[in-house]
């Protein structure tokens, strides 16, 4: 609820160096606004029971990131996970979260987006 954007550009103005985002159970985009990178949703790490892990419910990642001493972005890489039942987390070969990224990236923030390798590299233009 509320503008997600505005909120996490709020942090950073206020001095994060970070911003990973979680809540809507599924991946979302990711910036670079003033040199710090924002991760508006990873997903679902771990989940359990009734969850429905289809289609992008069922992707995740860790991600990595390297930061200067300024906490200035410098670049990362999404490790794609993917969920199935029965167990938590598993690697995921066909790197399917990574071209979803890429793309929500590049819908969301026309300006900041982030720049995404078929291996899961991030870096900022």
């Known amino acids: 609820r509320g503008n997600l954007r505005k909120f996490a550009r709020a942090v950073v103005d206020v001095?994060?160096?970070?911003?990973?985002g979680h809540?809507?159970?599924v991946v979302?985009?990711?910036?670079?606004?003033?040199?710090?990178?924002?991760a508006y949703s990873l997903g679902n790490f771990a989940t359990?029971?009734?969850?429905?892990?289809?289609?992008?419910?069922?992707?995740?990642?860790?991600?990595?990131?390297?930061?200067d001493n300024e906490g200035k972005f410098l670049s990362g890489?999404?490790?794609?996970l993917k969920q199935e039942k029965p167990g938590g987390p598993k690697s995921d070969p066909e790197k399917k979260?990574?071209?979803v990224i890429k793309s929500l990236s590049l819908e969301d923030f026309v300006d900041t987006s982030i720049?995404?390798?078929?291996?899961?590299?991030?870096?900022f233009p």
């Not at 001095?15 to 990973?20: E, F, P, R």
């Not at 890489?77 to 794609?80: E, F, M, N, T, V």
């Not at 720049?115 to 870096?123: A, L, R």
Request: glycine share 12%.
């Open 15 to 20: 001095g994060a160096d970070l911003v990973i």
């Open 77 to 80: 890489k999404i490790h794609p």
């Open 48 to 67: 359990y029971g009734a969850f429905n892990l289809t289609g992008a419910k069922g992707l995740s990642l860790i991600l990595e990131v390297d930061i």
């Open 115 to 123: 720049k995404v390798t078929e291996d899961g590299i991030i870096s």
């Open 97 to 99: 979260v990574i071209s």
């Open 23 to 25: 809540g809507p159970h």
């Open 28 to 38: 979302r985009g990711m910036e670079v606004y003033k040199q710090r990178l924002i």
